[in-house]
């Protein structure tokens, strides 16, 4: 079976992002890409842009979570548009409490974590960092 592995854009945020999902899921980041290391390659990479992060891999479970910073050249990431949705089922009422308690921090929560009416116990809110997460821990599953 494919696993899908959400990739998430950052306006130069991302190292300080993966630190704090990193300090929430655990784990050891398998990958860190700057632009500068593109210089070998032989594309120009701006002095302001070359520690920015080109790509970052967290490991979670079977799955990665990715991301890197969109270069000032392509633009901003619009941080206020609905970008989609993280969505973790977790193993547990306590695994998820622990997850959207930690990664709702500093954030805005849309749906508070409690029992569902289809069942299961969902919760979701947005980041800090401007991403929607979707945490839910189903019973019967």
């Not at 193993?91 to 921090?105: I, V």
């Not at 974590?113 to 809110?125: E, L, M, Q, T, V």
Request: a negative charge.
């Amino acid at each position: 079976m494919a696993l899908i592995n959400p990739h998430i854009n950052f306006n130069g945020n991302a190292e300080e992002a993966f630190g704090f999902y990193k300090s929430v899921f655990g784990g050891e980041f398998t990958k860190i890409i700057r632009f500068k290391d593109l210089a070998g390659f032989g594309i120009p990479v701006s002095a302001n842009e070359e520690n920015k992060i080109m790509y970052i891999a967290l490991p979670i479970g079977k799955n990665f979570l990715l991301a890197n910073d969109v270069p000032e050249s392509l633009g901003k990431t619009n941080e206020n548009e609905n970008r989609s949705k993280i969505s973790i089922m977790a193993e547990s009422r306590e695994e998820a409490d622990k997850l959207f308690n930690g990664l709702s921090a500093g954030g805005q929560i849309e749906g508070p974590i409690g029992d569902s009416p289809w069942g299961s116990y969902f919760g979701c809110f947005r980041d800090k960092y401007g991403i929607e997460w979707i945490i839910e821990y189903n019973p019967e599953k």
